[in-house]
């Protein structure tokens, strides 16, 4: 199993793998470049290997670009913690990581889902909570009743509904403003910069605030 090496790295060596304009820089153009898929395809698609690689990468994109913004969320953070300078950085990593991600979750009722999921987690935990105590004495019958499937249901409906009047509407503002950042043209502008940022950070880190060498954490 030593192919799964990477389930056993620590915090800080991950930190310490992406503390590096090399592979910011390229993180940058990889997520740019998927950000950018609709410009680039209509600009090489007379090209018929590269339109074809830009078409395909415009079909898989929103799956893929979900799990990079991710990546990229996670290294702007890495960035912003441990080379504070280097703020215009992390900030684009940031904004095109949110946007890669919402392509995705935009297409998902949040709120709802939000709801679902923690109402099923409530649920659960409340249950695993007085499950043990189904065998006292004193309270067990009531207990017993507590955790039927019966007032289980009752129990998550109602932490649906409080979570969904509660929490709509700030994940309704923030699905509206994911819609903004993941729509094409917005994409397409903040893939350009993301690219863009990213040759630089390469080529030449010092002119977006990175520091080489790169510095030590700050505890």
Not at 143 to 166: D, H, N, P, R, T
Not at 169 to 187: C, D, E, H, N, W
């Amino acid at each position: 199993m030593q192919g799964l090496g990477i389930f056993d790295l620590t915090l800080d060596e991950i930190m310490l793998f992406f503390q590096d304009p090399w592979v910011v820089g390229w993180v940058l153009i990889a997520s740019g470049i998927i950000a950018a898929a609709w410009l680039l395809e209509n600009i090489t698609d007379p090209i018929p290997l590269l339109g074809t690689i830009f078409d395909i990468l415009i079909k898989v994109g929103t799956y893929v670009g979900f799990f990079v913004g991710i990546l990229d969320m996670l290294v702007g953070y890495v960035v912003w913690a441990t080379n504070p300078e280097g703020i215009i950085v992390a900030a684009v990593l940031v904004i095109t990581g949110f946007s890669l991600v919402m392509r995705l979750l935009s297409k998902f009722p949040l709120a709802l889902v939000f709801a679902v999921a923690v109402a099923a987690f409530g649920t659960f935990t409340l249950y695993g909570a007085l499950a043990p105590y189904a065998s006292d004495p004193f309270i067990g019958q009531y207990i017993e009743q507590v955790i039927s499937l019966k007032w289980m249901a009752v129990i998550g409906v109602v932490i649906f509904c409080v979570v969904y009047v509660l929490g709509g509407l700030v994940i309704k503002l923030i699905q509206l403003i994911g819609k903004i950042f993941s729509a094409t043209p917005v994409s397409v502008l903040i893939g350009l910069a993301a690219i863009a940022v990213g040759i630089i950070v390469i080529v030449a880190p010092g002119l977006v605030g990175l520091v080489i060498p790169w510095p030590a954490p700050t505890p």
